[in-house]
Nanobody, 124 residues
Framework: QVQLGESGGGLVQAGGSLRLSCAIS????????MGWFRQAPGNERDFVAA??????????YYADSVKGRFTISRDNAKNTVYLQMNSLKPEDTAVYYC???????????????WGQGTQVTVSS
């Protein structure tokens, strides 16, 4: 059974930074594509970023709204994926969820595994 656990959310002023962490347990971490999604009140859950690994290294993917501000990374030794969020805006306020699936495509079409979510609030 795969389990995901997020941490690192909180309250920050606009322009500030936060780093979210997601630890995965239960399976071989490096075999999964990992990603972050977010859901603001009244909105659907939206894709934020994803990362996968193959023989050539990491491949990363970002929503247009976060490109240049957010960075996704992974530490296979710690079975953890990170989301570094810089230049935060009030519109980034949401519950952020970590997710995992076999490929980035599967991840974005409906990830198999989800964390419980962590709240990020950006004040203006």
């Amino acid at each position: 059974q795969v389990q995901l656990g997020e941490s690192g959310g909180g309250l920050v002023q606009a322009g500030g930074s936060l780093r979210l962490s997601c630890a995965i347990s239960g399976r071989t971490f490096s075999s999964y594509a990992m990603g972050w999604f977010r859901q603001a009140p009244g909105n659907e859950r939206d894709f934020v970023a994803a990362i996968s690994w193959n023989w050539s290294g990491d491949n990363t993917y970002y929503a247009d709204s976060v490109k240049g501000r957010f960075t996704i990374s992974r530490d296979n030794a710690k079975n953890t994926v990170y989301l570094q969020m810089n230049s935060l805006k009030p519109e980034d306020t949401a519950v952020y969820y970590c997710a995992a699936d076999s490929t980035p495509r599967n991840l974005r079409q409906g990830a198999r595994y989800w964390g419980q979510g962590t709240q990020v609030t950006v004040s203006s």
